[in-house]
């Protein structure tokens, strides 16, 4: 769970995929699951609390997930090559 730096919105997510976007000042919820129930290892909101990045583990990399809150619409994605010495364990962020 993670809350924006303006308190406006939780981010609760979990391994799965799933994805749940909550407006803490009109009390809506939103549900977003990634593509292939990617599992999410972690997020975290920017400064103004209007875009939410969700950190995804692929088989090879890490997939950084941008997500517009407001519009709960993904808002762009980059991928983060796992360091090599990595490569045997599981990518912890």
């Known amino acids: 769970m993670k809350l924006a730096p303006d308190a406006g ?9 799933k994805l749940d976007l909550w407006n803490l000042r009109t009390d809506v919820d939103t549900t977003i699951s990634t593509a292939g129930a ?3 290892v972690d997020c975290l909101f920017t400064r103004n609390g209007n875009y939410l990045v969700t950190f995804v583990q692929a088989p090879t990399n890490i997939v950084a997930r941008s997500w517009d809150v407001r519009r709960a619409r993904p808002a762009g994605s980059f991928a983060l090559e796992r360091p090599r010495c990595l490569w045997r364990r599981p990518f912890r962020i």
Request: charged share 25%.
């Open 9 to 17: 919105s939780v981010a609760l997510f979990e391994p799965d995929g």
């Open 38 to 40: 990617e599992p999410i």
